[in-house]
C-alpha cells in the first residue's frame, strides 16, 4: 500500500505501460507519486479505494478506454482523475473528494466520457491550473469534453464546479462551490454558423435540468453561470437560486454568442444582475423566453438583466413569454430562511414555504456536525414549514437540514444501486437547506452596513429619463430586512410609510426600479 517513487515523473504505485488491468477491490494509497499511472492501453478499476498519494489518484494518458466505478478516489495531492483518451471513457458511482491540484474529474479526447452518479465533493485547489475561458481559479470538480454528465452530486468544491465543451450537462446538483476568478458551471460549444466547413456535421449540446444552488463567487469571479456558444446549445429547466457574492458586480447568467436560455427559474441570488449579455451591439437578440425571474412585473425583470438597455455597446436580450410563477419542470428550489433553536434535547425549526405551485411536503434530516450529508436521520413532515426533533442529546452537536419536495417525487425514482438520490438529481426534491444549531442567539447588535456606491444607473452622470436603475447593496451580521427610498434627506423612523420589506439575509444585492422628481438638475437619491 506504500509508494516508494522518487518523484512525480517516476509514475506511480501502480505504472502501467500499454496494458490493459482489470484493478478490483484493491487498496492503493500513500504512494510517493500517484496512486494509478497508465500510458495507452485499456484501464479498468472498479471497488477500488485509490486515496492519499502525493500526486494524482488516477493518470491515464493515450489509451483506448477508462472505466472508473464504485470507487473511493480521496485526499490525492494533485488531483482526483486525470484521463486524456483516443476511444471511451466511463466515470460513475464514484466518490471523488478532498483531491487538491487539478481538482475532481479531469478529462478530454476521443469520443468523450459518460459521466455519471458520482459525489465529487470537498475538492480544493487554490493554484491556476487553466487558462481557457471561465477555467482559472483553481482545479475543478468536473472537466470534460464531447461528454455526457449526469446524475452527479457536485457540492463544497473551491475552484468550481462543471466545466463542458461541446456536452451535455443533464441532472447536476451544484451546490456549495466557491470560485476565485472563474465561474461554477461554464458550458461551450463553438458555433460554427458563420463558417460552415465542408462536410461538417453540426452537432447540439444541452445544459438541462441542473441544480444551480448556494454557491459563492469571490475574488475576480463575475458569474456564477457562463453559456457560451450558438444556438445549438441550450441551456433550459434549470434552477439557478440562493447564490452569493462579495464583489459589487456579478451576474448570476452570463452569456456570450446565441444559445437558447429557455424555461429556467433565475431568482433570490445575490448577484448584480441575473442575466448579463457579452454580445456586442448590432448582434441578433439573445432569446431568453419563458424564464422565472422571481417576479411578474416587467420593470423589476428589467431591472434583472444588463443588455442594450443598460450599456449601448451591448447587445439585446429578448426576455418576452417571461413566466409569471416558477416553472415546476424545473427542480424544485431548496427552502429558504431556515431558523434553528437549540432547546436542550430539542432542536426547533422553521423555514418558508416553497414558491412553486408543486410542493407536497418537507423532510427534516440532522446528524452529528462532523457528518452532515449524507445525514443518518430523515423524517417526512408533510407540507408544514416548522417541525421540533426530540430525543436530542444535549451534549453533541448536530448539523440539520431541510428539503422539500414536489407531487412528482416517488420512493421508487430513487436507485439504490447508485450512491445518489435520484429524486434529488432529477430535481423532484430538493437539495439541503442546511444549519448548525446554537443554543445561544447570534445579539443583534449593530445597524445594516449600506455598500451601495454610484448606484444610480451605474454610475453615470447623466440621463435624460426621469425613470433609473438602482443597485442596493447592504450586509448585516444577523439580516437585512427592508430598505427605504427617497429624495429627501431625513432618516424615516421604522413605522414610516415607504419601506420595502425584502427576504432577510446577510448580504442583500438587487436592483430596483426609481423614478426621480420632474424638473432638470442635480438629483440625490438617499438609500
Known sequence: EVGTGDSIGAGGLVYLDNSSPYINQSVIRKSATSGVYALAGNVVVKGSDISDNANLGIYH?????LSVTDSQITNNSGGGISATINGTGKITNNVVSRNGGIGGINTGGGQGFVISYNVVSFNNSSSLYYNAPGMNGGGWAIVASSSVINDNIVVNNNGGGIYS??????????????????????????????????????????VENNTIVNNRLTGGSTSVVHINGGSLLQFQDNTISQNKMTLLQTNSLEMSGHPQILNNNLFNNGQNYEA???????????NMTGNWWGTSVESEIQAKIYDWSDDGTK?????????????????????????????????????????????AGYKIYWDSEESGYPYGNMVDVGNVTSYTITGIDPDQNYR??????????????????????????????????EKTPSAIPVPDTAVPTNKSTNFINNGISTTVSPTVTLTLF????????????????????????????ITPGENFFQNVPFTLNSGDGPKTVYI
Open 474 to 501: 447592504a450586509t448585516d451580521n444577523i439580516g437585512v430586512t427592508g430598505y427605504y427610498l427617497s429624495e429627501s434627506s431625513a432618516v424615516p423612523t421604522t413605522s414610516d410609510a415607504g419601506w420595502m420589506a
Open 400 to 433: 440539520v437540514a431541510v428539503t422539500v419536495y414536489d407531487t412528482a417525487f416517488s420512493p421508487v425514482n430513487d436507485d439504490l444501486a447508485t450512491i445518489v438520490n435520484e429524486n434529488q438529481t432529477n430535481g423532484n426534491e430538493s437539495w439541503f437547506a
Open 165 to 206: 465543451t461541446a456536452g451535455s450537462v443533464i441532472n447536476n446538483i451544484i451546490s456549495g462551490n466557491s470560485s476565485y476568478n472563474g465561474k461554477i458551471l461554464y458550458a461551450y460549444l463553438m458555433d460554427y454558423s458563420g463558417y460552415p466547413m465542408p462536410g461538417y456535421v453540426p452537432i447540439s449540446a444541452t
Open 315 to 359: 447587445g439585446i436580450v429578448d426576455y418576452a413569454s417571461y413566466r409569471t410563477a416558477p416553472n415546476t419542470n424545473a427542480p424544485i428550489s431548496p427552502p429558504t430562511d431556515l431558523v434553528t433553536t437549540f432547546g436542550g434535547s430539542t432542536i426547533s425549526l422553521s423555514w418558508d414555504a416553497n414558491p412553486e405551485s408543486d410542493v
Open 61 to 65: 494518458q493515450s489509451g483506448s478506454k
Open 276 to 286: 448579463y449579455t457579452t454580445n456586442g451591439s448590432g448582434t441578433s437578440p439573445v
